[in-house]
């Protein structure tokens, strides 16, 4: 019975990638192969010197991945918040400024793979703290924090359950 409610699990969230314009979705990878260090991603993901600048800074950037994994504040607690939400708002704010990730979905997609199904409940904070810093255009800023349901931002609780699909590249599909 478990194989099946996992199985149900990763169709809805191949389901759900599926749902994201092909710059998440390849963001998303490259993501995730620079912060789960599955791969080379200048091999992968640099398609010109431009890309190849902008996964040097995302390597830099996510050096701090495994400290905020770490870092999570157990049972919400206050003394915590402070340096954990600092380094995630830093981080969110670096890949919101990538104009890949156009919502919130999209977002938490990507962190909760990132940091583990622990830091779910943090999410909308680091999100809406991000989107709405001045590094972020007005008229992206307005899009990303309308992409934020009511229901998202006021969650009364959130899943532990470990996400279980981690999308990867694919070469035909990436080639066309």
């Known amino acids: ?3 099946i409610g996992t199985a149900s699990m990763a169709i809805g969230e191949m389901r759900e990638f599926a749902g994201f314009s ?3 979705q390849r ?6 192969d620079i912060g789960l260090g599955r791969s080379d991603a200048f091999k992968l993901w640099a ?8 996964i040097r800074r995302q390597y830099v950037t996510y050096q701090d991945l495994k400290t905020l994994r ?3 504040p157990a049972d919400h ?3 915590d918040t402070e340096a954990f939400i600092g380094k995630l708002v830093r981080m969110a704010a670096f890949d919101l400024r990538q104009d890949r990730i156009a919502s919130f979905s999209a977002f938490r997609f990507l962190y909760e793979r990132l940091l583990g199904a622990e830091a779910r409940p943090w999410l909308p904070a680091a999100f809406c703290a991000a989107a709405a ?4 255009r007005p008229d992206r800023r307005k899009v990303l924090l309308q992409s934020l349901s009511e229901s998202a931002a ?5 899943s532990d359950k470990r996400p279980s699909f981690y999308p990867e590249f694919v070469e035909e599909a990436e080639a066309a």
């Open 27 to 32: 963001y998303i990878k490259r993501s995730l």
């Open 154 to 158: 006021t969650a009364p609780g959130w």
């Open 47 to 54: 398609r010109d010197e431009e890309e190849n600048a902008a």
């Open 1 to 3: 019975m478990a194989t």
């Open 77 to 79: 607690a206050m003394a």
């Open 70 to 72: 770490d870092m999570i």
């Open 22 to 24: 092909a710059a998440e």
């Open 133 to 136: 810093l001045p590094q972020i």
